[in-house]
């Protein structure tokens, strides 16, 4: 039993590949090339990035995608690196958010002579 089990798991976790999303432009595709494509988008949110990108032009960045109603960050992780914004194969993911600078340490005081 723990033998088929053990198969049945090496077996799924080398056909995941086979789920992960395929590379679309998304700024060209149709709506049911987008839901083939793309892991966690259907027909109607296939649909909704077409119409966003009819009314406002194409998508400058991965990012853009998340002003699409139903189209969440998981959605975008889970497809960043599928989604081309130009037929080149580039993709241009969003720049992650530079650390914070660290605060200024306070000058050190200077010692007080002797006596004072």
Known sequence: MFKKLSAALLILGLSLPAFASTPVNVNTADATAL?????????????????????????????????????????????????????????????????APAPAKPAAKAAKPAGQ
């Open 35 to 99: 839901a083939h494509s793309l892991d966690g988008v259907g027909p109607t949110k296939a649909a909704a990035i077409v119409a966003y990108r009819e009314e406002h032009g194409p998508f400058k960045s991965v990012d853009d995608l998340s002003q699409v109603k139903g189209i969440g960050p998981s959605t975008l992780e889970r497809n960043r690196s599928a989604i081309l914004l130009s037929d080149d194969g580039a993709a241009k993911p969003a720049a992650k958010p530079a650390a």
